[in-house]
């Protein structure tokens, strides 16, 4: 398939979606329990989508990799979820939600997709309060509301620092609920390995059972995939361990396009790197950004002195102190969006003025204490702070945190359409895994808005588009030729990488890839790089072919066979990052290619040449992907420089 | 400052349910005291690994306290020598140079060990799915603030949500009991008006899984509470107690 079809409702913004549901097709009651549909994910996105369509009537089979749905990554979500319900008064409208999103994604989203997520904001947080989900609430007993990066209203809804938990529960409540009668068949610690088409569409998935290491097959007459994002790629990042994009990847390998793959974004408040022993890297809310205040010292004897243990912080006086961020977007200060702040940290480190290690900038808070006082700083991050304290051993109330960016979520995933359908009839795509809402950098709260509005109200109405006429298609036989042909693919596979015995293990080879990737397809892109890139990660494969150890049985409860099949995904995901950031020769949000910049250092976007989504193409095992566009017109917003100077 | 240490750790291996489990000692140099507990098991399994052994088993994910999916019960404690954090925040700087350390699965009827550290928490899910819930479809509710929770009640209400259900509690208690556990979901609800309408039912369903499932009762011997990484407070058992009684009365 070369033609791709978006299919955005015609007509003026407002009404696309109201349109669109006015005339879609339906599924009669009667006839949903005789469609199977799986999902993949219990995440935000998962477990929504598989609670609200077991509500429906439809049956559902759901799949995650964890012992239980409620560990899934959604769960570590710290700031909150924004939507547009203007209960501060302050001007927040859907309009409002919309235009800073697109802004804020750098004008490479698409605006009918923005402009829904923005329209079912107000429904999520309706649904999550009838749930029971504790959100903060006033003294009057209203909604509490706080500010985040790149918004200049109120509009983030939080549960302290675990929003992500508490929404996650609260979507999980609704799972176990529809578990319970019997109307979605759950399955843990069952990992999909494989995607099985029959006749183009997509009908089922192999699994493997975590456990018994056996491979298993089901079928359906429609796949969700809701697995998540593929950050991991980097190794260090603040990812779960076990987030991957192994499902999204065997859905391109067998003909789904990934757009935008090289589209990462870096999160400006992660703690420092402590050594070559760390496994992943920690984030610290940005929530903290609204009341924390981010320096470094202004001479650059100060920040020697600092790194050799000689000055402390507390003793840089506050004329010596660069709040770097102030001084250079006075309009936002602290709370720019992420890939500017994150820009801005790594511009002073490489200038000389890093803390701690070299890679790390303050974020203090000193002023806020002073202004609050500690009770109130105490209730709105305490939880944070002892965090911080117990990973670093220093304590944040009388000296500043360090922090330090980090990859932290992936804007590209399996490309879809408006009705969040891939290019495989049958085959969808929500979350974090699809690549649809955020353009080319996620504002600050808008993943958990996405992943429920994907999962409560958007895919279970697109998804009866297709199901409507699949009614006439009886169950799937898991019999079938193509069913025992995936599997044996999958096996063939699993048994090869048995055989390698080779000497190093499947950490350390990820490891090796991290650290290409930060350097060369991380913060900062140039050509030379990102072509050197190429060529090193064709040599990490290689070795990982040739040289991985994996102990242990194929079929069994086998934790370094788990981790070597995400890990050779992993190394082709890393590829298709580079081809494509190589491709873009321009910057925009969480994507700075080096050569592209305005001379005060901020991203400079090409208009002209790339206002498209990037959409990859598989062409098989050592062949160049293809790459196809999807022109992103801009009818109802002027595209303009991002600015949050003034 | 945080030095390199050399220690030793015994470790509980068990290959299945049915197998017997023994401990195995294994000597481990220059851990960063930076580390975390899991970095340094990692460290260990990839020592393993090159001497052409097996791995050890041991559940984790998001490495930041928040998934539960960690567990270990180290030198006699469910998630290690520190109060209020999971295992997966607990830091070699706990440590010193030279040390031993025992490692342990989870012990509990209710959480059969599935491989070495890893054992099967799935009865939780069943607690939940016989009960733990506000039956609302999805596209129903109404505006988030006409149902208006006063702050504190919001408050009282997220402590006892935070629970990750880790089972340490169950670990910590010499009865094997979930009580706190599955308290801290009632409690939650039964603070909310949301959940007002099938409290009752959902009470009594909970616990009567939480029995079949093979949980043993709370004698108030607070293990749980001391031992609970988020501070669940046993206050919600007292609470839970209530809701069931209320619910028995209505009978
Ligand atoms: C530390 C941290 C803090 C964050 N804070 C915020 C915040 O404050 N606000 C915000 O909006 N966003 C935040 N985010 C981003 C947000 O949490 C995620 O983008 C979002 O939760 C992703 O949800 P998801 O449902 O798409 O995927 P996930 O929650 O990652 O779920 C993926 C699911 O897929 C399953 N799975 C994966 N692969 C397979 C497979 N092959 N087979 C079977 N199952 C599989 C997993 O088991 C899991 O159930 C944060 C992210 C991080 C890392
Ligand atoms: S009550 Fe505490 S110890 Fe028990 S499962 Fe919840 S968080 Fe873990
Ligand atoms: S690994 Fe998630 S709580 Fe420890």
Redesign the interface.
Known sequence: MSQLDAKIPQGPLESKWSKYKANQKLVNPANKRRLDVIVVGTGLAGS?AA??LA?MGFHVYNFCI??????A?S??AQGGINAA?N?QNDGDSVYRLFYDTIKGGDYRAREANVYRLAEVSN?I????????V??????????ANRSFGGAQVSRTFY??G?T???LL?GA???L??Q??LGKVE?F?RHEMVELVMIDGRARGIIVRDL?SGKLKRFSAHAVVIASGGYGNTFFLSSN???CNGSAAWQCYKKGAYFGNPCMAQIHPTCIPQ??D????L??MSESLRNDGRIWVPKKIEDAEAIRAGKLRPTQIKEEDRDYYLERRYPAFGNLVPRDVASRAAKERCDAGYGVGTGQAVYLDFAEPIQRLGKDVVTERYGNLF??YE??T?DNPYETPMMIFPAIHYTMGGLWVDYELMTTIPGLFAIGEANFSDHGANRLGASALMQGLADG??IL?YTIQNYLSDQIQVPRFSTDLPEFAAAEKEVMDKINKLMNIKGKQ?V??IHKKLGQIMWEYVGMGRDEAGLKKAIELLADIKKEFWTDV?I??QAID?N??LEKALRLADFIEIGELMAHDALDRAESCGGHFRLEHQTPEGEALRHDDLFAYVSCWAYQGENKAPVMYKEPLDYEFIERTQRNYKS | M?KNINIKVRVWRQRSAKDKGRFVTYDLAN??Q???F??ML??LN?QL??E????I?F???????????CSLYIDGHPHGP?N??TTC?L?M?KFNDGDTITIEPWRSAGFPV??DLMV???S??KI??????????????????A?????D??EL??DA??C??CGACVAACKNGSAMLFVSAKVS??AL?P??RTEAARRVKRMVAKMDELGFGNCTNTRACEVECPKGVSISNIARMNREFIKAKNKD
């Open positions: 929504s609670a609200s509500e964890q012992d239980s749905p409620r560990r990554h769960i570590a319900k209960y429904s947080i309706d649904q999550c309060v009838a749930q029971g504790p959100f903060a609430r006033e003294y009057g007993g209203t909604l549960s302290r675990i992500g938990q508490q529960l999980y409540s609704a176990s609920r578990v319970g759950l843990t456990v779960a361990m076990e402590h050594g022993q760390q496994s992943k920690t984030l002892q965090m117990k990973i051993a409560y109200f279970p293990t950490d350390e150890r102990p242990g409860l934790i370094e | 945080d851990i960063s930076g580390s975390s899991l970095e990692d460290i990839n690994i090159h052409g052994e097996e791995p088993v559940d984790h994910d998001c490495r930041e306290g928040i998934c539960g999916m520190d209020l954090i925040q830091h700087r599935i491989r099967d928490r799935t939780f899910d939940q799915q016989a009960g733990g819930f506000v039956s609302v479809n999805t596209g129903s509710a109404i505006d988030g603030n149902i208006p929770i006063s702050h009640t919001a209400a997220i949500a935070s990750i259900g939650q609800f909310l949301q959940g």
